[in-house]
Every structure is written in C-alpha cells, then in structure tokens.
C-alpha cells in the first residue's frame, strides 16, 4: 500500500502545518484558508473539479489540511449557529455590544443612501441590524452557498420590505462579481465576525486591496476584528464545554465522505484547538486518535496515531498593526471602537 505519510508529495492547494512545531519552510500564502470559517453559510451541494482537486491535495499534502469552506454543509451552518450563541465565544455578542453602544456615532459616519454589500452574510442577522440603523438603498448578500443564501435573503426582504435585496453567490478568493443594475450612489462594504482572521496576512491584504477596488472612490469599509488578549480566553472558545465546536470540526470529515467519497471515520479523530502566540492565530486541527487508513476513489492516505489535519486559523490583531493593513490595503482614513475590555473593535475605513 502507498505510505504517502512518509514521503513529500507537491504542495497544492491550502496547505497548513499538521503539528503545532512543525511550520518551518511552510508559506502563508500556503497556510490560507479559502473561505472564512466563520461566515456561517452551508455548502450548495456542488463539486466543482476545482474543489475536488483542493480537497484531495490537501488530504495527500505532507502537511495534510481541509479548507475550511468544507465545514459548511447543512449541518455545519446550523452548528456555526450554536457556536455563536455559546458562553465561551465571545466574538459574535462582544462585536453586537459595539455596534448597539456606538450605534448613533456608526449612523453619523455612515451617510443613508448606500448599497450595502456584505461578506460571508450566512443568516443575514447582522446584516438585517446594520440595515435597520443605517436605511440604504439596497443590500447585496454575499456568500458561497446559494441555497442557504436565497433562503436568508427570502428572510430579511420579508423583515424589511422596501429594502431592496440581492443575493450575489460568489468565493472571496477571487473577485466580486455585483449585479450590473444597482442603484447609484457610494457603497460600503459589511465584514463582521472577525472572519477576516481566517486569512493569512497576505490574502488578507490582498482582500482588502479587492474590497478597495469594489467600493471605489469615496467608498467604505465596516469591519469587525478580533484582537489579541489572554491566551485561556482565546482557547476557550474554541474548545467550549458542550464540545459544539468539537462537533462542528469533526462535522467536516462526514461532508468530506458525502463530496469525494472518502471513507473517515469520525470515531479515529479527535478536535485539538491552541493559540499559536508565535503567528498569534487560533489553530484548529483534527488529530487521528488511532492509526487509521482513509480512502476514497483511486487514493488513500495512512495517518498515524497523533497525526493531524489541519482545518482552520484565526488571527488575532493589535488595533495598530491592523490599522496599517487598512492604509496598506488603499483606506485613506479610519476609526475604530472597542468594548471596555478590549477583546474586539469594529474598523470604519474609507477610501
């Protein structure tokens, strides 16, 4: 049998380190996840040859991964959902506080009349608060499942009738494609959650630098990010008491058998998650429990006991560096605002 473990194979796709000691000679561009893990969309049942490809060299890599746009089937979704209601995650009522807090000084910056375009819009209830404060012309959801994305967009046209809605089915890894016909006027641009942590710094940049170019001149940019804080309040989160997120990482090998027809046993695999303080990033991983054999049509991989597969990073920022990825990326000017601890802000970024 092929013992593909013990050997380099081309490094292709989303590639990560499969041990928290091993990442010398392992690029960001490499480690970069494809999609936020946080976007809390569901996958639209598709398999393009593309995505078949990245999912197979990421299982054979030396270092082997699973993008984290694979945790997102039905059942993904609804346990991203749980995640952000659990008392361990933080991000999502932290990042809420903000906004309800800085509400009228966010309205005042924030001219009426925009389109709204929002990234990774999942359920659209972030969205929905956001167009509520602000009153814009039109709001385009962006996101990677069509059916999960229709059905929140049918949502948030019924809650809010004379808003005009659209649905833009698009990775953010390349290009935003927006509907030819929207209406006038100066556009800002939605990324809350702190789903740009799950870039690594450079695609990250270069999303910014594409979010510039497609809110243009005298556009804007609302964003949330998490910041860098005590290290077991970081961990936590990732590691809550009910085990959902457990679930939800392990969640991603059964969608994997439904896609390639690979044959992981969830029952060999184990959730690890820790602070890499060193890229200060949160580092998702799923860590065979036993030695154990996958296959899947005209391929297989051997993991050994204490092997991982590496399924997700989450950067955390000072307010500063980020400040200087803003001017890096063509914001001219900014300000932020933070909860009384610190643990999160949300950037205003113009062009």
């Known amino acids: 049998m092929r013992q593909v473990e013990r050997h380099r194979t ?28 946080s976007a809390g969309s569901g996958w639209s049942g598709e398999l393009s040859a593309g995505d078949r490809s990245e999912i ?14 694979f945790f997102y089937d039905h059942a993904g979704s609804t346990l991203f959902e749980r995640i952000t209601r659990l008392p361990e995650y933080y991000p999502t009522r932290t990042e809420r506080a903000i906004m309800q807090r800085h509400r009228r ?15 990774g ?7 929905k608060a956001l167009c509520a404060l602000i009153r814009p012309k039109c709001f385009i959801a962006v996101d990677i499942s069509q059916d999960f994305l229709h059905r929140a967009v049918a949502g948030l046209q019924q809650a809010l009738p004379k808003l005009e809605v659209r649905p833009v089915v698009a990775d953010l890894m390349e290009d935003i494609v927006l509907p030819g016909d929207l209406p006038g006027g100066k556009r800002l641009v939605y990324y809350p959650g702190s789903s740009i942590g799950n870039f690594d710094p450079e695609p990250a940049l270069a999303l910014l630098r594409r979010v510039c170019r497609l809110v243009g001149e005298g556009g804007s940019l609302l964003i949330g990010v998490d910041l860098i804080k005590d290290q077991a309040v970081l961990e936590a989160a990732y590691n809550d008491a009910e085990g ?11 969608h994997l058998n439904r896609l390639i027809g690979s044959d992981f046993d969830r029952r060999d695999w184990q959730h690890v998650a820790f602070f890499n303080r060193q890229r200060s990033r949160i580092e998702m991983h799923l860590q065979a429990s036993v030695n154990t054999r996958v296959c899947w049509p005209d ?9 991982r597969i590496h399924t997700e990073n989450s950067y955390k920022y000072d307010v500063d560096d980020f ?3 803003l001017d890096s990326a063509g914001f001219k000017q900014h300000v932020f605002w933070t909860d009384p601890r610190r643990w999160f802000a949300v950037f205003y970024a113009q062009v």
């Open 105 to 119: 000084e966010i309205s005042l910056r924030i001219s009426a009349g925009k389109t709204v375009i929002e990234l």
């Open 323 to 325: 400040a200087r990825v």
């Open 56 to 69: 197979i060299a990421g299982l054979v890599g030396f270092d082997a991964t699973i993008s984290p746009k």
């Open 299 to 307: 391929g297989e991989r051997h993991f050994r006991r204490g092997e």
């Open 121 to 127: 819009a999942g359920n659209c209830e972030k969205g």
């Open 244 to 254: 959902v997120t457990a679930e939800f990482n392990l969640n991603a090998l059964a």
């Open 10 to 37: 081309q490094r292709v796709g989303w590639l990560r380190p499969a041990l928290p000691d091993a990442h010398d000679g392992v690029s960001d561009a490499q480690i970069n996840p494809g999609l936020p893990a």
